[in-house]
């Protein structure tokens, strides 16, 4: 069974940054389609960004130019470096992992099989 194990959030000023870090294992997970979501109180998770095997990127609109995502391949780590993050960025933010070398163009959580138990991010302003 894949295993995806997220780490790195935290409590933090507006301004501030984060990185995440999402530790695969399993059925070879770290070379298909990888992604970052999140999910704040009362509202449906999200897609943030997602990463291809050999580093194709895409990110939603509200992160993009502040949040980085990377993979260690060799390492099967998943990464989201999080800059000038805002209040509006607070949630829990979910690893996941399709089998498929391409990402989908859409970002449903049901077209993703395999989550992590998530990792808080809380931004105060």
């Known amino acids: 069974q894949v295993q995806l194990v997220e780490s790195g959030g935290d409590s933090v000023q507006s301004g501030g940054s984060l990185r995440l870090s999402c530790r695969t294992s399993?059925?070879?997970?770290?070379?298909?389609?990888l992604a970052w979501f999140r999910q704040a109180p009362g509202k449906e998770r999200e897609g943030v960004a997602s990463?291809?095997?050999?580093?194709?990127?895409r990110y939603v609109d509200s992160v993009q130019g502040r949040f980085t995502i990377s993979r260690d391949n060799s390492k099967d780590i998943l990464y989201l470096q999080m800059d000038d993050l805002k209040p509006e960025d607070t949630a829990m933010y979910y690893c996941?992992?399709?089998?498929?070398?391409?990402?989908?163009?859409?970002?449903?959580?049901?077209?993703?099989?395999?989550w992590g138990q998530g990792t808080q991010v809380t931004v105060s302003s």
């Open positions: 399993g059925y070879n997970p770290v070379g298909y389609c």
């Open positions: 990463i291809e095997k050999l580093g194709d990127t």
């Open positions: 996941a992992h399709r089998s498929s070398f391409r990402c989908p163009l859409i970002w449903a959580a049901s077209y993703f099989s395999d």
